[in-house]
């Protein structure tokens, strides 16, 4: 109690930003389903006797060469279709805080805090497990990141009634988490910096943010400045989903006062991610999954060598026990320095279960794998089956504890639909005329 007013963690939030966030959840989930369709094809075909052909489809080389981009279809998957991944996880993190529910810091603060627990102990775990072994240290964020996609897929199946804020949490701590990777990614996987390309890529970043800054939306003129400040980036030896962040971050999120400011509706930032988000969430991620994931298993011989490596022990000890601890401690902290207490209906299990849940480290984790030990080498064998193994058994888990609280969950979903109904309050957010022009 503070100031007369009683503290709550994962309280409600407003009517339209659930709408919203319920909206961007169906999309992901669809796309969690695609994901793991592409991921169950690269492994069967990778483990076939036509294993030969899904090697030789990841080899084939397309692009300019003059321009340096004549890269295999693994790289643009990894370098240029996470860009759009990134582009979208940028737009949603600068919407949510400067005109979502997060823009208050009450609000922020717990999901914030549980995203950097998440990535803390994973990392502080994986290297202690690791510790001793030669060149280990190098994997030390693969356990370190969520995904959303695959988390709601399995939402999705056993978490159909999960109150509103506790899937608002999961949401953003997952984009907070991607955040987090993609400074990680730029701080600790960047090996040649190659500094004139990288302050060449300052010039399509300025004119691609004048552009949207002025409210400009038409394609022929962003496109190629965006694709400009893609190529500068990886150019420079930053890997490339850094630019999809940036300008994600460049796009304006409210309206300007010329076309009623933020009161007249959603602003450039939430157009582009309606338009982006199905593309990122319905082919770039699924399309990396198909083409990064597809592992030669070897039997359960070679499974168990695999696992055995203290590599992937340490990544499926960071995912399965590090991922949990850190956000539950991270959430508990928030709550016992601010004396907030959950809101009704709601039990720490149910933390508990989200948190085993965000130990699904599916897309950025298996990036981080080939940035940290190399594409194609025996140690991403081993970091793609521990990654595949350890969010297999995070998902398991945080089935039964999420599904052991479904009553629950229905009753407080039975009250919000109520509350929903008499305050005549649409389920999905819906675009104004303004936005489809």
Known sequence: MINGVRRTLFDRGSWAEAGRIADILRKETIGGALLLVGAAAALIWANSPWSAGYEALRGVTVGPAALHLNLDLATWAADGLLAIFFFVAG??????????????????AVPVAAAFGGVLVP?????????????????????????????????????????????TFLLTLAVVDDLIAIVIIALFYTADLAPVPLLAALVPLAAFTALVQRRVRSWWLLLPLAFAVWALVHASGVHATVAGVLLGFAVPVLRSGRAGGPEAGPGLAEHFEHRFRPLSAAVAVPLFAFLSAGVTVGGFSGLTTALSDPVAVGIVVGLVVGKPIGIMAATWLVGRF?????????????????????????????????????????RDSHVKMAVLTGSLIAALIAAVILRLRDRAYRRIHEIETADRDQDNIPDVYQESPADRS
């Open 91 to 108: 737009l949603e993190l600068k919407r949510e805080f400067v005109a979502g529910d997060l823009r208050h810091a009450r609000r922020a």
């Open 123 to 167: 990392a502080a775990l994986f290297l202690l497990v690791t510790r001793g072994t030669g060149g280990a240290a190098a994997g030390w964020a693969i356990p370190t990141a969520t995904d959303i996609a695959f988390a709601l897929a399995v939402l999705a199946v056993v978490g159909r009634f999960l109150p509103a804020a506790l899937r």
């Open 338 to 378: 601010t004396r907030a207490s959950l809101d009704g209906g709601l039990a720490w299990v149910d933390v508990l279960g989200l948190a085993v849940l965000a130990g699904i480290g599916f897309t950025v984790s298996l990036l981080i794998g080939e940035l940290a030990f190399g594409a194609g080498t025996e």
